[in-house]
DNA sequence: TTTAAAAATTGATCTAGGTCAAAGATCAGA
DNA sequence: TCTGATCTTTGACCTAGATCAATTTTTAAA
């Protein structure tokens, strides 16, 4: 059902040299237990569109994300649709003991995934408490994640909705200039306005008049639709509604 | 319901007769380790309506709930408030490695926390992979649980927000009848309207008018306010609009 | 380069749920 | 038992955002 396809120049990227290794779940391991995980791993590529798996289906593998953008997301019968997290380059697919995927996972854009079988994954997990202890941080920091953005989703208006979710993608995809919040910046919104959408919890008309709103009251610019460039990024913040930490 | 005046016994509390033992963060941990934690631990109860720890604050402990029902919330500078977590018996308070609390924790009704300090709990919990593991699994529980809530804050209707809280509400209090689906199911809601609209990301008014509207429609009946009975909770799980897992 | 499909904008209208306000209930304390 | 303080309900009205319906723009394929 998904398809996924090993390109060779996978092979390129390994332990030593893995763009995300600093943060990802395997970022405490030693070189032993690299070299472990790394005979373990594949590398796998979802084209941008296609599902990694849906809610419900059996789930073999876990993972990290190494490039791209992944979303997670919920769907009713009737086809409301929520998306409960944006899945980015550390980020990991999958729960430890459990079987099932009870989310869709999806690639927004082309995503590499760095795969692990599920059983000799879990069996290491519990062997390993570097793992183990990466695992549980990241699963709170996605907690704190998920709770801030049940804020969002209850109680924010559709412009500090949208303001938020830029300032959240400026920050990670240009940590070092976000944070003094002088001059200006720029970045890839790889979201269509639908997936916006389901992810604020709004219509994707209602996104497209609130980004055209905040062009039209100088917050940002545009440049070819996906593209945001922010002058100001206090400024912005201020629009979110909260967010007074870093 | 329990009269504030029966104040339990605190001392008459440990480890091997601890009502949450089997649930809490510490439900894998064999009696050597209990003991530790027993010589670490202290009972405290938090009045009805009382504050357990304010976002912002320093917080030096981390605890189970042993008795009563807490929430988790987040404020807005303007007052707009949603609640992101309620802590029953047996969930966990505090964020092992964070010195500073996230959220506002505060006891819904009279509250009993089996608390400990801070830094030797954490050292411990390094420790001790027993421990370790039921974090991460509670964890990895709580965060598919804030998913759920964020399909329920983000796309459901009033309607199906009430609905769903009820069913959640009553599966909790009452797990076995309510798996059947046949039979009347009666349940406290400890939870005044102005709570359940900041669970819900709704008013008040519109807490209240849908609750009477699920009466008038026979889904449910209303004793006391606060005291809630199903006639068949399948004819309630339908109005939640999801629902089709256990 | 043309063309069809996909994504985004824009406008007109509708409505679920919010807001404001005023009674009723309920409860805890004296 | 009374009394003030919470809760809760109810009504009238309003508005943010949804819905419906065309365009227009962008992208990708031929």
Redesign the pocket.
């Given at each position: 059902m998904h398809s996924a396809s090993q390109t060779p120049n996978l092979s390129a990227f390994n332990c030593c040299n893995c763009p995300i290794q600093k943060r990802a779940v395997c970022a405490y391991c030693d070189n032993s237990e690299l070299l472990v995980l790394g005979s373990m791993k594949s590398y796998k590529t979802y084209p941008a569109?296609t599902s990694i798996v849906r809610a419900g289906d059996p789930l073999d593998f876990v993972g990290s994300v190494v490039q791209g953008v992944a979303s997670l997301s919920q769907t009713m019968e009737d086809g409301r649709r929520q998306m409960v997290g944006l899945l980015l380059p550390s980020d990991f697919v999958g729960r430890p003991g459990r079987a099932m995927a009870k989310f869709d996972v999806e690639a927004t854009s082309e995503v590499i995934l760095c795969q692990f079988n599920r059983a000799p994954f879990e069996r290491f997990l519990h062997a390993t408490p570097h793992l183990h202890e990466r695992m549980l941080e990241m699963a709170l920091d996605e907690l704190d994640a998920a709770r801030e953005w049940m804020l969002l989703l209850g109680r924010?208006?559709?412009?500090e909705k949208i303001a938020s979710l830029l300032l959240i993608v400026a920050k990670r995809q240009n940590a070092a200039p976000v944070l003094d919040g002088i001059g200006m910046v720029k970045f890839d919104l790889n979201l269509?306005?639908?997936a916006m959408a389901d992810y604020l919890?709004?219509?994707?008309?209602?996104?497209?008049?609130q980004?055209?709103a905040l062009k039209k009251d100088g917050i940002i610019q545009?440049e070819?639709?996906?593209q945001i460039c922010v002058n100001n990024i206090d400024q912005l913040r201020a629009e979110t509604g909260t967010d007074f930490e870093g």
């Open positions: 569109g924010k208006t559709a412009r269509t306005r639908e919890g709004l219509t994707l008309e209602t996104v497209s008049r980004i055209n545009l070819k639709k996906r």
